[in-house]
């Protein structure tokens, strides 16, 4: 979702920065951009544990940047080229469609309302409720149960790196849409298939599976 349906990672890293600015650590683009496509406490927590912090400010840091990204997504974040019209191309050609997000609910929640996709996707899920996130595949994994295809047969669109690692450990396909700063990351070599936007996605792609 973040990233693929909608330009909300630049916002990402500015909630990082005010979340973690009201407990005194200032987070640098790299910063934030090391833990990009990993759950929100994850996140957290790392810092928390990597700058010495009080692990009881986890909660309260945590609910900060959820709160300021859904007030930027809804202010400032607009949706990505190629969305509309790959929706479009997948739902005339009967592929089921998901979405499977790292991100929280009340995020995926505000973003499929901003976007009015609500009848787009055949499920959403949030690796909120798994015990790990991405990179761990469980949150594809129980999306392609949920849809009852077989993870062989499903083609993931990512956007970052710990996403691609996580689709790849579940046994499916990934096509990659990389921000044009990360697109020339080595790491990208793991996916299927790279696009500079999903303008360019077409049928074609899809016969990677």
Not at 40 to 53: C, D, F, P
Not at 141 to 147: D, H, K, P
Request: glycine letters at 6%; one cysteine or more.
């Amino acid at each position: 979702m973040d990233g693929v349906l909608i330009d909300s990672e630049p916002w990402w890293n500015v909630a990082l920065q005010v979340g973690f600015r009201t407990v005194g650590l200032e987070m640098s683009e790299e910063m934030c951009e090391e833990t990009m496509g990993a759950r929100l406490n994850e996140v957290v927590n790392y810092r928390v544990k990597k700058h010495g912090l009080d692990a009881s400010l986890s909660e309260i840091i945590e609910q900060r940047i959820e709160d300021e990204i859904i007030h930027l997504v809804n202010t400032k974040a607009g949706i990505l080229p190629g969305v509309k019209e790959a929706i479009s191309m997948l739902k005339e050609a009967n592929y089921p469609l998901a979405i499977a997000s790292s991100s929280p609910h009340r995020l995926i929640n505000a973003v499929i309302k901003k976007l009015d996709y609500s009848h787009d996707f055949d499920g959403v899920f949030s690796a909120q409720d798994d015990d790990m996130g991405k990179p761990h595949p469980s949150v594809y994994l129980r999306c392609a149960i949920s849809l009852g295809v077989a993870p062989s047969e499903c083609i993931v669109i990512e956007d970052s790196v710990n996403g691609m690692v996580a689709a790849k450990a579940a046994g499916m396909k990934v096509i990659v849409v990389p921000d044009p700063k990360m697109y020339d990351n080595p790491a990208w070599g793991l996916a299927d298939k790279k696009l500079k936007s999903l303008l360019e996605l077409s049928k074609n792609h899809l016969l990677i599976l």
